[in-house]
């Protein structure tokens, strides 16, 4: 291989180097970024459950107040 030949290759190769270290470097703050977002979804998602489980208790108490709202407007007479 001449020596311009060799020079060349070698310069592409640092090159190519280069790009490949910018590229993981993208690639680390891509998954840095997807952790955060990870993060974020979970919490999103427990704070959801905790206020279906909110949900549902009220809708319990609701339905309990309710029968005995009936039972009041409407009591049953004993014949």
């Known amino acids: 291989m001449a020596d311009p030949e060799r020079n060349q290759s070698l310069l ?15 690639l680390k703050a891509l ?7 990870q993060h974020d979804f979970d ?6 459950k905790a206020l ?3 949900g549902q208790i009220i809708g319990e108490v609701l339905k ?4 005995e709202r009936c039972k009041q407007l409407h009591p049953r007479t004993r014949e």
């Open 64 to 67: 309990q107040l309710d029968e």
């Open 31 to 37: 998954r840095l970024e997807i952790k955060g977002l």
């Open 52 to 54: 279906q489980s909110v």
């Open 12 to 26: 592409d190769f640092k090159n190519k180097l280069l790009e490949s270290r910018e590229w993981e470097a993208k």
């Open 43 to 48: 919490v999103s998602e427990d704070n959801i």
